[in-house]
């Protein structure tokens, strides 16, 4: 054990300066993300062995049971939902850590690791109840025991390789680029000139079961009527409307509505304007999007560090590294589809690619030291730069005042309503979770939905709304009188009640 620590004493400081960084987050106390609410809420229907209903609240259980095992331990809800956010984020040093050792040296794993525990955008996350940093451990972990057997030739590593894979694909159905990643790069690695002459007859059964092994998984999915719950199913229906051209219908739509906003212009007949080039370089701008997110996850001062990185000497490791740049440039294919079908994505659905990255960064920083060991003004002055900025930037956020408008209203609707007699409509998830009624979540909706069904609907006498603070003063209901108000510096949070006449 004391040579263990010894061994690994530089990764568990900045493993414990990360767990301090994130306990400082959950610590200042910051409301949850509104996809909580339906996390949670499944979570208690699983808990409570009513499995059924808690698919209706999300259809994917591996993480809401997850949530509830955690709840066993820890009572308060939202506590447990940030231990499996914060243990995760944690636990992913680990595997980058050995990743980049792999892939590159001892420094540049060091390096690598103690930037990923300061990166803001992982940290800031920590408050949040979200399947993405468990995603993100057994993505790595399933990566970095890929590499160990493209590099050692280790044939039981397999079982562990789709074991996580399966992990990754329960938590998000994105785990699928993974054995895709193994697929593709079987052929490459395994049949290079140097191994081809050493491979025996098990190591062909083995690559020969390696497809079989993943149709075999996906039948048996198929078979058992679960491809629903891993959202395999969204996989083949993406796959038929790629096909069929239909998955660009959106798309197509979108399009048409910007030609006809451009028809409305003076200027419409003008070529190359705005709109027209927007909507002939839309994918292009899309990507340029995706990629300004990832140079914000790894944050714009690691840029310094990745063009120190082309001075490093190549190993001959070098063939692995294609491996990790498929899978990040495939995290990255995805969420560029996703932008032509849904027209958006988000930052945490780019985490794998900005992940996969760092251990070039990390390598930059290696080269940084090798060079600069003379020069230590410079050196310090690129260490503040690449670590110091996001260290500067993850601290200064936590420090902010949060809002817990959100939190405070929640917490007086319980004391308002303690036995949960009152029927209540919400626009907001998160109002419901804080107040002990996470069942709710599935009635939230928008403000004009929720004035045509106070009018239809005589059960509902308690309006739970968060809106604007300039809306706010105009949001009213026909019969309805408002009974509580919580400003915050943005939003308000205001509670209306069904007069008794209206309710008659």
């Given at each position: ?400 005042t949060q809002d ?5 209203a929640g917490e ?5 309503d303690p036995a ?85």
């Open positions: 054990m004391r040579s263990f620590l010894l061994r690994h004493r530089s990764l568990l400081f900045i493993m414990l300066l990360s767990t301090l960084l994130k306990l400082l987050f959950v610590w200042q106390g910051e409301v949850v993300n509104p996809d909580s609410a339906t996390y949670i809420a499944a979570a208690q229907k699983h808990a409570a062995g009513l499995y059924g209903e808690a698919l209706h609240f999300y259809r994917m259980p591996f993480y809401p049971l997850l949530l509830a095992a955690v709840h066993f331990v820890i009572p308060n809800w939202i506590y447990a939902g940030q231990v499996l956010t914060v243990v995760p984020l944690v636990l992913c040093l680990w595997p980058l850590y050995l990743l980049t050792q792999r892939l590159f040296d001892e420094r540049a794993a060091i390096a690598t690791a103690a930037l990923f525990a300061v990166l803001p955008s992982f940290n800031i996350s920590s408050t949040a109840i979200k399947r993405d940093p468990l995603f993100l451990l057994f993505s790595l972990s399933a990566l970095f025991v890929l590499i160990v057997i493209f590099q050692n030739r280790r044939m039981l590593w397999w079982a562990w390789f789709f074991l996580l894979s399966v992990f990754s694909v329960l938590t998000r159905i994105e785990g699928i680029l993974l054995p895709i990643a193994a697929l593709v790069f079987v052929p490459f690695l395994w049949f290079s000139a140097d191994r081809r002459a050493h491979l025996s007859r098990r190591d062909w059964l083995v690559i020969c079961l390696i497809p079989l092994s993943v149709l075999s998984l996906l039948g048996v999915v198929n078979v058992l009527g679960i491809a629903s719950f891993l959202r395999i199913d969204d996989v083949f229906r993406w796959g038929k409307e790629l096909l069929s051209r239909d998955f660009f219908s959106t798309y197509q739509a979108l399009m048409d509505a910007l030609e006809a906003l451009q028809d409305s212009y003076p200027s419409a007949d003008l070529h190359n304007n705005l709109i027209e080039t927007t909507r002939h370089y839309a994918p292009l701008i899309y990507l340029i999007g995706l990629l300004e997110m990832l140079v914000k996850m790894i944050f714009p001062t690691s840029l310094i560090a990745l063009w120190r990185q082309r001075r490093a000497t190549e190993k001959p490791q070098v063939r692995e590294r294609w491996v990790v740049l498929f899978v990040a440039a495939a995290v990255v294919a995805v969420n560029l589809l996703f932008c032509l079908k849904r027209d958006f994505t988000t930052e945490r659905y780019l985490w794998l690619a900005g992940v996969c990255l760092l251990p070039w960064v990390g390598q930059g920083m290696a080269v940084c030291w090798q060079r600069y060991q003379a020069r230590m003004v410079v050196l310090i002055g690129t260490g503040l730069l690449v670590v110091g900025s996001p260290l500067a930037k993850t601290v200064s956020v936590a420090a902010q817990r408008t959100v939190a405070l007086w609707l319980q004391e308002y949960g007699t009152l029927f209540v409509m919400y626009n907001d998830r998160r109002l419901p979770l804080y107040a002990n009624r996470a069942e709710d979540v599935t009635q939230v909706r928008e403000l004009d939905w929720l004035r045509s069904q106070v009018v239809a609907d005589p059960r509902i006498s308690f309006l739970a709304l968060y809106v604007s603070n300039d809306k706010h003063e105009n949001c009213t209901f026909p019969g309805f009188d408002v009974v509580k108000t919580f400003e915050g510096r943005r939003k308000t949070a205001l509670f209306l009640q069904r007069r008794l006449e209206s309710a008659q």
